[in-house]
């Protein structure tokens, strides 16, 4: 196990609702970013906070926004949900410097919108 | 722009042989690429990663292979067992861009016992 937890495993939403997704991070790691993985696809990344800050952005929309608290746990909200919202939704947490093997993903959460 | 592809889709070999798995990337300046398996209904797990100023790097059965006059890398898997069967990314870090993730699309591989 990673250590790295994310709620709810699964949800399904109505287009244009809001969403709220969480994730705990492993002990000890200060950096939590975000990924959005469509089926069949690698993981593109939404964003990053380090500290409480946001400190690096994909190519996402501002209806993708998120929170980091002071235990380092985190948030991913997304308003006004399109059909192509649908994906897995990962969070890895991490500790600086990043390096790969100290880079831990949850196993995400599945959210479908209709 | 910014892109880590994958050459193949899918790749099927049987048990016990080795599998490679292959990788091209497009930034010249790329410092740092990381190989994950993703089981199905799993994150992205961390395999063996390698810096750009190392050609090969080795694991248990698992070796990275990095040849930057092309922009390629590849995984070697040695005797492939049916728990390898995942879907294989590989990655690059970022460090200009707050050390984000970019990953390629994966590779399914499939082992038939």
């Known amino acids: 196990e990673t250590g790295v937890t994310q709620s709810p495993t699964h949800l399904i939403k109505t287009r244009g609702q809001q969403v709220t997704l969480r994730c705990s991070s492993q002990s000890g790691h200060n950096t939590v970013s975000w990924y959005q993985q469509a089926l069949g696809q690698g993981p593109q990344f939404i964003f990053q906070y380090y500290r409480e800050e946001e400190n690096g952005r994909g190519n996402f929309p501002p209806r993708f926004s998120g929170l980091q608290f002071p235990n380092y746990s985190s948030e991913l909200n997304v308003n006004a949900l399109e059909l192509d919202d649908s994906a897995l939704y990962l969070c890895?947490?991490?500790?600086?410097?990043?390096?790969?093997?100290?880079?831990?993903f949850g196993e995400g959460s599945w959210l479908t919108v209709v | 722009g910014e892109s880590v592809g994958l050459h193949l889709p899918t790749l099927s070999v049987q048990e016990g042989d080795n599998s490679i798995i292959n990788c091209a990337y497009s930034n010249s300046a790329s410092d740092y690429f990381i190989w994950y398996k993703q089981e199905s209904g799993k994150g992205p797990q961390f395999i063996i990663d390698i810096r750009s100023n190392m050609d090969k790097r080795q694991g248990q059965r698992v070796t990275v292979l990095l040849n930057k006059t092309v922009k390629h890398l590849s995984l070697q898997i040695a005797a492939t067992q049916p728990g390898d069967s995942a879907v294989y990314f590989c990655?690059?870090?970022?460090?200009?861009?707050?050390?984000?993730?970019?990953f390629g699309q994966g590779t399914e591989l499939s082992v038939k016992p």
């Open positions: 890895a947490s991490s500790r600086q410097p990043i390096s790969g093997n100290t880079i831990y």
């Open positions: 990655a690059e870090i970022a460090y200009n861009q707050g050390g984000k993730l970019i």
